[in-house]
């Protein structure tokens, strides 16, 4: 029974139903596919080989489907999905064999939600306080920060659009997706009626 809910949880994003994606305006807030997330602390020097954990602190790297945040000194978030779960703690494991470190699958916790668009930035700064300009959070960036009243991990992702990833626990994935809704309603142009 504990392994159904533990699926249904990771299958679920919003953990219900989902309404269709909101496009307007050329923006785009969607919950994004069910994946496997796991946090990594490690002291000491960086070694597990096939994952890029020496880049900048406060950067991203990977694509859409696999991906490795560096949040702290000593911390990660690794994003990918569901079927690759167990292979990632296989190899943390043998990699760090020895080591001290914690791998936590945080999955049933954490999820995403996808924004884009040529406004995407200024939907997300209807609650979040960052400079989120090209020169200050370029493509590939990513950070502990809040939106609205959550705390959330913000990843943008690399591409043509603006296209930002939001991270946050379950239990404020509702509060979250709605204020992302409303401020993309909000930041929507207002079409003006010529006057007769």
């Known amino acids: ?6 699926r249904t949880a990771r299958t679920l994003p919003l953990g219900r139903p989902v309404a269709p994606a909101l496009a307007r305006g050329g923006i785009l807030v969607q919950p994004a596919e069910a994946e496997a997330r796991f946090s990594l602390r490690l002291r000491g020097p960086l070694s597990p080989g096939g994952f890029p954990l020496d880049r900048p602190i406060n950067t991203v790297t990977g694509d859409d489907r696999r991906w490795v ?4 000194p000593d911390e990660w978030l690794i994003g990918m999905p569901e079927g690759e779960a167990d292979l990632l703690m296989e190899a943390v494991a043998a990699d760090l064999q020895g080591r001290a470190h914690s791998l936590v699958d945080i999955s049933h916790r954490n999820v995403g939600i996808e924004v884009s668009g040529a406004l995407a930035a200024e939907v997300l700064n209807a609650g979040c306080p960052l400079d989120l300009g090209d020169a200050a959070f370029p493509a590939g960036r990513a950070t502990r920060t809040l939106l609205g009243k959550a705390e959330i991990v913000l990843i943008r992702h690399a591409g043509p659009v603006p296209a930002y990833r939001v991270e946050c626990w379950r239990s404020f994935a509702t509060y979250v997706h709605g204020f992302l809704q409303e401020a993309a309603i909000a930041a929507q142009p207002v079409e003006r009626v010529p006057a007769r």
């Open 1 to 6: 029974m504990l392994e159904v809910r533990y």
């Open 69 to 72: 945040a560096r949040l702290g």
